[in-house]
């Protein structure tokens, strides 16, 4: 057995894509999109497309999950997805999504808590806050005349 032949050769995996590529085939004669995190080029299917063509150019080039979901295809639709799968979106390119979701998620919550609080306390116009000490001297003889008897 030769040097060449025991040399392993690489295995030829998924190619993963960023956005900066994917975001170039935008157009009619050249379309991309992602769905699901797989990159398809659906150039060809274009003319074909049960719904139109426009509906496909314009998620071109962008992630195209939401809009292909909305629409509910088929099992069959799904099926013709394979056939124009190109590669993955890149590991990078899917951490910069899910961070800025996870951003946006955060700062919503934390803004609408922070105003969900405010509202509150505009809202209940009863001082509350005072009564705390008035509370605990009640308390206390209540407990002092319990205790005396
Ligand atoms: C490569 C991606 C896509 C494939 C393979 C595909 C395939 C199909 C197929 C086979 C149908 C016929 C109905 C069915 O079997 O579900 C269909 C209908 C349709 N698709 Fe897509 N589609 C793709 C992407 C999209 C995208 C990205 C959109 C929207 C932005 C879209 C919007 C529609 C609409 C509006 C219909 C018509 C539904 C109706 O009239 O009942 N499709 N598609």
Known sequence: MSAVDAAPVPAAGPRSLEWDEISKHNKRDDLWMVIHGKV?????????HPGGE????????????????EIGHSDDARDLLKGFYVGDLSAKAKLGKAATKVA???STSVSSGA?????????????????VPLIA???FAVYKLLENN
């Open 40 to 48: 398809y080029d659906t150039t060809r299917f274009l003319d074909e």
């Open 104 to 106: 946006t998620s955060v």
């Open 137 to 139: 001297i009640v308390a």
């Open 115 to 131: 105003e969900a609080a405010k509202t509150k306390a505009k809202s209940s116009g009863f001082p509350f806050f005072p009564l």
């Open 54 to 69: 426009e509906v496909m150019i314009e998620v071109g080039g962008q992630d195209a999950s939401e809009a292909f979901e």
